[in-house]
Structure formats: structure tokens, C-alpha cells
T-cell receptor, first 114, second 116 residues
Framework: DGGITQSPKYLFRKEGQNVTLSCEQNLNHDAMYWYRQDPGQGLRLIYYSQIVNDFQKGDIAEGYSVSREKKESFPLTVTSAQKNPTAFYLC?????????????FGPGTRLTVL | AQKVTQAQTEISVVEKEDVTLDCVYETRDTTYYLFWYKQPPSGELVFLIRRNSFDEQNEISGRYSWNFQKSTSSFNFTITASQVVDSAVYFCALSGFTGGGNKLTFGTGTQLKVEL
């Protein structure tokens, strides 16, 4: 079955540690995205990538980094510079980067920083 | 700037009731797209519908229907004869040229609780 996988589902880290969230898709989509969701809020875009080896900052990129070395993979690193990293992180992909393309979402990773 | 407003934070209904989720948007684009997503308790967002700015026809899919009105910048979602399985958070979203490619602007979501 085609889809998006994110691992792990739950992640606990100590304050000050960097942590990397995995996102893999087998939909052959060119574009991939990372969103952050906080309780009672909508999704906010962290980073997006329209093609391999290229990515752009979203609305809340500070304290995060990404890479796009393969079409299928778009890992997100939450660095120690992110002041409030505890949140639910969702990865998504779409066929292209046109505004008409619906995005398909993974199951999410819930990160808790202790 | 683009903005999506979902004023209803939480709605509770009894099974079989009809319920309408409101969505109001702001954009300067003439071409834009509106979306509805469902987020069940598992967390994964599920795509429900896309509507482009030039197509104001209402759409019906089973118990779901959508009413798009450009005159009031609204894209409301109605569930007829609600069921417990409809309990979820529903997000309205907007994309257009101003936002940059396929960047989605989400509303804050409406939590729908359907009780027996």
C-alpha cells in the first residue's frame, strides 16, 4: 500500500538534545512538507521541499532543520535552539507543488521534551 | 496575507442530527483552492474535498455536502445524519499563489463530538 510513514509515533527527549523525526513516502510524490500542531491550533508549516536537494523555510522554521537527499525521505531535526519543541509533528506529501494539489499526511509523531 | 477562520471551536451533537461546520477565508488571489481535512483521534489528516475558486457548485458525497459561496468567502461543510464515527477535528484550508505554491493555510479546526 502506498502511503506516508512517520517514526516513531511517540518520542521523548531531554531538553537540550537534538532529535530527528523520520518521514518516508512511497507515493512517488515530488513535494514534501513538515507541519507542527499544538493543542487547539491549526497546522503551521515548518519546512517544505518541492524537489530533491531543495527545500524552503515555512512560517516557523527557527530551531528546525531538514534535508532532502532522496525523493522518498524528508527527515526533520528539532534542534536545541527550538524553544518549545513539545508538539505533534505531521509530515505530508503531494504530487507537485501546485496550489491545487491535495496533500497526503502521515500518522504523525508526538514529541515530548522533558 | 491568507487567513482561514473556523469560529466554532467545538460542536456536540446527538447521533442522527445534521451539523454544519463553518469556514470563512481571506485571500487576495483570484485563483485559489479550498480544502477540508478530517483528523480522527489517531492523528492522521484525511483529505475530504478540494474546491477551486471558479467552481461554486455545491458538492454532495454521501452524507457530506459542501457549500461554497464566494460572495461571503465561505466554504461550509455539512454532515447529514451524523454518526459517532464522524467524531473528529475538521480543518478547513486554503492555498493560492500568494501563499506560495502549495503552501496550505489552515484554520484552527472544529472539534466535532457525536454522541449516542
Amino acid at each position: 500500500d502506498g502511503g506516508i510513514t512517520q517514526s516513531p509515533k511517540y518520542l521523548f527527549r531531554k531538553e537540550g538534545q537534538n532529535v530527528t523525526l523520520s518521514c518516508e513516502q512511497n507515493l512517488n510524490h515530488d513535494a514534501m512538507y513538515w507541519y507542527r500542531q499544538d493543542p487547539g491550533q491549526g497546522l503551521r508549516l515548518i519546512y517544505y521541499s518541492q524537489i530533491v536537494n531543495d527545500f524552503q523555510k515555512g512560517d516557523i522554521a527557527e530551531g528546525y532543520s531538514v534535508s532532502r537527499e532522496k525523493k522518498e525521505s524528508f527527515p526533520l531535526t528539532v534542534t536545541s535552539a527550538q524553544k518549545n519543541p513539545t508538539a505533534f509533528y505531521l509530515c505530508a506529501s503531494s504530487i507537485g507543488d501546485g496550489s491545487y494539489n491535495e496533500q497526503f499526511f502521515g500518522p504523525g509523531t508526538r514529541l515530548t521534551v522533558l | 496575507a491568507q487567513k482561514v477562520t473556523q469560529a466554532q471551536t467545538e460542536i456536540s451533537v446527538v447521533e442522527k442530527e445534521d451539523v454544519t461546520l463553518d469556514c470563512v477565508y481571506e485571500t487576495r488571489d483570484t485563483t485559489y483552492y479550498l480544502f477540508w481535512y478530517k483528523q480522527p483521534p489517531s492523528g492522521e489528516l484525511v483529505f475530504l474535498i478540494r474546491r477551486n475558486s471558479f467552481d461554486e457548485q455545491n458538492e454532495i458525497s454521501g452524507r457530506y455536502s459542501w457549500n461554497f459561496q464566494k460572495s461571503t468567502s465561505s466554504f461550509n461543510f455539512t454532515i447529514t445524519a451524523s454518526q459517532v464515527v464522524d467524531s473528529a477535528v475538521y480543518f478547513c484550508a486554503l492555498s493560492g499563489f500568494t501563499g506560495g505554491g502549495n503552501k496550505l493555510t489552515f484554520g484552527t479546526g472544529t472539534q466535532l463530538k457525536v454522541e449516542l
